[in-house]
């Protein structure tokens, strides 16, 4: 019994030994790959050793497990964990594994009545509707926010608590209640955890669920005749120098055959086929590097002199015209006889009003 539980112990540890070791490698490389299927075999290995001595049975509670074996009830929640990881041709099924680990482990912990009574709910909300399992029920978008603002304080309140209890490992080796707290948070957090992943993986199961099945895989005898014809090609190509694998020719040879062969113009200057004028290379090279603005073409001068030209401007006066310069009613400042009779005709005309105020020729209405 004690060699076994030596196996368990030292299965655990290797497993865990190897999960630590995947965290210096991307999740896609084949290092990464390589550790992940060690730490599962390793795992499922160290699982099936604690089943032949019967280290959990349902007859049993909390307190008959000792605080230094509750760590093994965590077995298929890193089983969980680490097959959710993998990378292989049909991901539905390795999501069906995950869930069916993540299910052994809460149900080992309904046994031993390690759930809380939320995470109780949770568990029977579970095993009621597995493939829509949602921890945010609600479609009202308020209690969506309080119910993840909820869950990620718990998060936070957990890691907090477990690393406080494993600041002083010394201490745990002679402090049984200390070492039993620590296995206890590590379980909570873990529970907290599987919700999580369990969550996103109906999501997922969902999502693959609308995507279009995979083609059927090829026959090997078609895959062999491919292969033949490729081989039969590249022996044709060293024997026939006009034979070439590419789909489409070249472009000296579309312009040396066909449509576009022959000359664009006849003798007489008619053209023969559809053409392109093309600019010549100085334009091109002057219109690199303009601004990207449009410039002006014409100097203000020019802008002038153009408009004057069309008729839209009159230089002098207009006359009866109504145009330019100086029309009726203005005088000419250097005409001085001009301006003498325009004084003139101003003084008679203030002269007049004031002989005559406004209003004195009314005698119709006087009283």
Request: aromatic share 6%; charged share 30%.
């Amino acid at each position: 019994m004690e060699e076994s539980e030596d196996n368990i112990r030292a299965l655990f540890n290797k497993a865990t030994t190897l999960r630590q070791k995947l965290e210096g490698f991307e999740s896609t490389s084949e290092v990464y790959q390589e550790n992940l299927r060690s730490a599962i075999s390793t795992l499922e290995h160290c699982r099936r050793a604690a089943d032949q001595i019967s280290l959990f049975s349902p007859n049993e509670t909390e307190e008959d497990v000792p605080s230094g074996d509750l760590q093994y009830l965590n077995i298929d929640y890193f089983l969980g964990e680490l097959t959710t990881r993998q990378i292989g041709s049909d991901r539905k099924i390795l999501l069906q594994a995950t869930q069916h680990a993540y299910e052994k482990y809460l149900s080992l912990l309904e046994t031993y009545t390690l759930l809380s009574a939320s995470d109780e709910r949770l568990y029977e909300q579970y095993l009621d509707d597995r493939e829509h399992f949602s921890l945010l029920s609600t479609t009202d978008p308020s209690k969506r926010r309080e119910t993840k603002i909820s869950r990620f304080k718990q998060e936070t309140e957990l890691k907090r608590k477990l690393e406080h209890l494993a600041l002083n490992p010394l201490a745990l080796e002679n402090d049984d209640s200390a070492l039993r707290s620590l296995r206890r948070a590590e379980i909570n957090l873990n529970v907290h955890t599987t919700f999580h992943s369990l969550d996103l993986i109906a999501q997922e199961i969902a999502i693959l669920s609308l995507a279009p099945s995979s083609p059927p895989p090829k026959d090997p005898s078609s895959i062999a005749n491919d292969y033949r014809e490729r081989t039969q090609g590249r022996g044709r190509q060293g024997t026939d120098p006009s034979f070439n694998e590419r789909l489409d020719p070249p472009i000296s040879q579309l312009l040396s055959s066909g449509r576009g062969a022959g000359p664009i113009l006849s003798k007489e200057g008619k053209p023969l086929k559809p053409f392109t004028l093309l600019d010549n290379r100085q334009n091109v090279r002057n219109g690199v590097f303009r601004p990207d603005h449009s410039l002006p073409t014409m100097s203000i001068d020019e802008y002038l002199a153009e408009e004057r030209r069309r008729g839209g401007m009159i230089d002098g006066g207009g006359g009866e015209t109504g145009g330019a310069g100086t029309g009726e009613g203005e005088v000419n400042e250097d005409d001085l006889e001009k301006a003498d009779e325009e004084t003139r005709k101003a003084r008679e005309w203030d002269e007049f009003k004031e002989e005559n105020p406004k209003g004195s020729g009314n005698t119709l209405n006087r009283g």
